[in-house]
C-alpha cells in the first residue's frame, strides 16, 4: 500500500493506472477508521481494480473550533487498519496547505439540500463537504466512489452535485454498519465513557421504537414527540428528529414508502447523528 501526500505524486499514479485500463474506486475519510470505514472498501469488491482510501480532517466543514480540534486523529493506526486488509492500494493523506493552498477562494454550495437537517444547526457544514469531496474526486480520478448511508443527507449532497456538475464517478451508498447493540459506528463513539457509551445505545432503540409505533398507526407527530422525550429523559439534546422522504429529503407527516427517520442528538459533549428506513411490509 502506497502512502501519498501530495496532489502530485497521486496524479502521477493515477495516470499510470488510467493509461493501464484500470479503474479506481475511492471511500473518502476524515480518518480514526472503523469497521464501518472497512465496509465502504468491501463494497468496491467486484467495481475497480484499484482502491484509494483518503483521509483529511476537513476545517471548512467544521463550525465548531472544539470539534474540530477533539475529532479524532490517529494517521498510523489507520494505515496499519487498511494496510492488514490487503485491498486498499494507496492512502491519500494530504495536509491543510495542500489541500488548501494560499489563495484558496472557492466553495462548492449544494443549495435547498444544504439548508435542512443538520445543515440547520452547523451552517456552512455542507458547503465545505461539497469542497473537499469535489477536490477528492478530482484528485483521485475516481470512477466509483463510495458514502456510508449514515450520513445520509450527506450521500444526497454527494449525489446532487455529481449529477449538477457532471463528474464522471458513480456514487456507491452502503448500508449503515451498527455495533451488537445497534448504534450506528462513528469515529466519535470513541469520545464517549463507558458510561456514556451505554447510554448512547438509546438513539437507536428509540428510533426503531418510533418507526414501529408509526408503522402500528400512532400519528406520526405523536410517536416523534413521544421519542424525542425517551432521548430527553435518556440525557440527550435532540437537534432534530424528522420523518422525510429519503430521494428529495422533504419533510413527511405520514409513513409512506421511502420514507426515513432522520434524528441529531448529542450526548456528554458528542454530537451523534443516524437514520432509519420505514421497513418494506412483508
Sequence with gaps: MHIIQ????????????????ETIGVVPTMGALHDGHLALVKALD??????????????????????FQLYPRGVDADAALLAATGAVDVLYTPSEQEMYPPGFATRVMVSGLDSMLCGG??????????????????????????FGEKDYQQLC???????????PVD????????????????????R?????????ALLPAALSACLAAMQAGQPCDSALADCT???????????????????????????????????AA??????LIDNMPVPTPA
Design 6 to 21: 501530495t496532489r502530485k505524486d497521486l496524479r502521477a499514479l493515477v495516470g499510470q493506472w488510467r493509461n493501464a485500463g
Design 46 to 67: 467486484g467495481k475497480v481494480t484499484r482502491r484509494i482510501v483518503t483521509i483529511f480532517v476537513n476545517p471548512i466543514q467544521f463550525n465548531n473550533a472544539e470539534d
Design 121 to 146: 444547526d452547523r451552517p456552512g457544514h455542507f458547503d465545505g463537504v461539497a469542497t473537499v469531496v469535489s477536490k477528492l474526486l478530482n484528485q483521485t480520478g475516481a470512477h466509483v466512489a463510495a
Design 157 to 167: 449532497i454527494i449525489r446532487r452535485l455529481v449529477s449538477d456538475l457532471d463528474m
Design 171 to 190: 456514487i456507491l451508498p452502503v448500508p449503515t454498519v451498527r455495533e451488537a447493540d445497534g448504534l450506528a459506528l462513528s469515529s466519535r463513539n470513541r
Design 192 to 200: 464517549f465513557t463507558p458510561t456514556q457509551r451505554q447510554q448512547a
Design 229 to 263: 422525550a425517551t432521548l430527553q429523559a435518556g440525557g440527550f439534546t435532540v437537534h432534530y428528529l424528522e420523518l422525510r422522504a429519503q430521494q428529495t429529503l422533504q419533510p413527511l407527516s405520514q409513513i409512506e414508502p421511502g420514507a426515513r427517520l432522520f434524528v
Design 266 to 271: 448529542t450526548l456528554g459533549g458528542v454530537r
